[in-house]
């Protein structure tokens, strides 16, 4: 709690220059810092960071739509960069040759969206960020959720790291150790925490029935409902090294999760370990305050049971089928939909499982225009990190990604052509023919010419460049009703 302020007999129309250095190490280092910027003028400063930020928002170049779309699209892609802060040889405990990343607040937000968005158009950060991970892991023993000012924050739902590294491990990402990374995700998911609140995972009870019983934590069905997709993702970099066993068990383990599906309730609610209900069974938080809710974190028991992004056909029969899945997404969207909180991000692309794309259209479209807009308000929540911002990014864009899984979904996109950057100068296209206000609907889909009838294609597609085709129009079609995204 440091601070310090100067003032200036200034005559009329007088420029004062500051140059400011900071450093966590020393005064000595904060005085190697702010010498950086020694013998450059404000100007050529100004000329440098501008420069900076056009390499890094030039990844990404959009026509068409709205000038404020656009203006939108650009500020929300400048929102993904700014966190975390590359802190490397300014912190005594890592090396001056390791990069090294602070201020993850925390990877619960920002694995669902700025990640996957840095794994295609900034691939060596977001190797960089795996292998600072990866020192926390060897330093202290677990990987982080958040990791502030040189020590764990808090945890806020499942171990997301093993959905971060899964992620790059299926999207061959490279560029890290992917034993160390596959060792550092299993201990989360086989050894029991000695400080859950702040890394791993309450096991002991979850480890054998599947979901953490009531009274053990808050949040603790939405925590379990995490700790399922977690499991999942870990068997899937299990699976890549070799290591079948583990992948079976965890898979198995990841589908024990339905056993809080409530066939009445239609969506997921707390149990004892003996494995009664608890008392209460709401489609509403029980506490207003809903970070405190005793079994979901953020979101209402309704919205969080969509969460089971490795098992949506299970999930789909378990309400009955498309139609009734289809009624109980209308439900949430009439009800209480609140795209602020992250659980939620995926759910207008869940439509999709249950072959309606034109209503994840509907929706989508509805949460761009009216949502995000080039205005002090103009995000329809705190951003968390860019996380916000990176949902806003790929839905413009027309493709959602799902974090963990090498798919991408096609939404309904704001802008005509897109043209996203990647490695080895290689560029992937989105284009979207007759694209309107009331041509939102895709009609059909092409993918490097070649006819596209679903609504979704896999990361190797445009890691390697090419062209995906969208032929919008005003009524909804038959494009992409059957051929679901792949499911456990």
Request: net charge negative; glycine share 8%.
């Amino acid at each position: 709690r440091m601070g310090a302020y100067a003032s200036f007999n200034l005559k009329q129309n007088q420029t004062v220059g500051v140059r400011v250095g900071i450093s966590y190490l020393s005064p000595e280092q904060a005085k190697e810092n702010v010498a950086e910027t020694s013998g450059f003028t404000f100007n050529e400063i100004y000329q440098k960071s501008d420069s900076l930020w056009n390499n890094y928002l030039g990844r990404i170049k959009v026509y068409g739509g709205l000038p404020s779309q656009r203006q939108t699209f650009y500020s929300a892609l400048r929102n993904t960069f700014i966190m975390p802060s590359d802190v490397t040889g300014q912190v005594k405990a890592y090396p001056q040759n390791q990069v090294h990343y602070w201020d993850h607040y925390c990877l619960w937000d920002v694995f669902r969206t700025v990640m996957p968005l840095h794994t295609l158009i900034v691939p060596e950060k977001q190797r960089e960020i795996i292998r600072s991970l990866l020192q926390v892991y060897e330093k202290r023993g677990w990987l982080p959720d958040a990791w502030i000012a040189g020590d764990y924050g808090y945890v806020q739902g499942g171990t997301n790291a093993d959905v971060v590294i899964a992620d790059a491990v299926v999207k061959d990402l490279g560029g890290f150790e992917v034993e160390k990374a596959f060792n550092a995700i299993k201990k989360n998911s086989t050894i029991p925490s000695d400080n859950p609140e702040k890394y791993g995972r309450y096991l002991e009870e979850y480890a054998s029935l599947g979901y953490i019983p009531a009274g053990i934590v808050t949040g603790a069905v939405s925590r379990s409902l995490e700790y399922a997709y977690n499991d999942f993702c870990v068997a899937e970099v299990a699976e890549s090294v070799g290591e079948d066993e583990t992948a079976e068990k965890l898979y198995k383990r990841s589908g024990k999760i339905f056993s809080l599906f409530n066939d009445e309730a239609k969506h997921f609610w707390a149990k004892d370990s003996a494995g009664n209900w608890a008392d209460n069974i709401s489609a509403d938080n029980l506490r207003k305050d809903h970070w405190n809710d005793p079994f979901f974190y953020e979101a209402t028991p309704l919205a969080y049971s969509s969460y089971v992004p490795h098992n949506m056909k299970e999930l789909i029969q378990r309400h009955g089928g498309n139609e009734a899945y289809t009624i109980y997404l209308d439900r949430i969207f009439q009800r209480d939909f609140d795209l602020g909180n992250e659980p939620l991000f995926l759910l207008p692309y869940q439509y999709i499982y249950a072959g309606r794309h034109d209503k994840a259209a509907v929706e989508l479209q509805n949460l761009m225009k009216n949502l995000f807009l080039p205005t002090p308000h103009g995000l329809p929540g705190q951003d968390d990190s860019g996380a916000l911002s990176g949902w806003y990014v790929f839905s413009s864009m027309g493709i959602y990604p799902v974090a963990g899984q090498d798919i991408y979904l096609i939404g309904s996109p704001l802008f005509s052509r897109t043209e996203i950057m990647l490695e080895q100068d290689r560029k992937f296209t989105i284009i979207a023919h007759n694209l309107s206000d009331e041509n939102i609907y895709v009609q059909r889909a092409e993918l490097n010419s070649a006819n596209l009838n679903k609504a979704w294609f896999r990361h190797h597609k445009i890691a390697s460049g090419g062209t995906l085709e969208l032929f919008m129009g005003n009524k909804p079609s038959a494009w992409a009703v059957e051929n679901a995204p792949p499911s456990l």
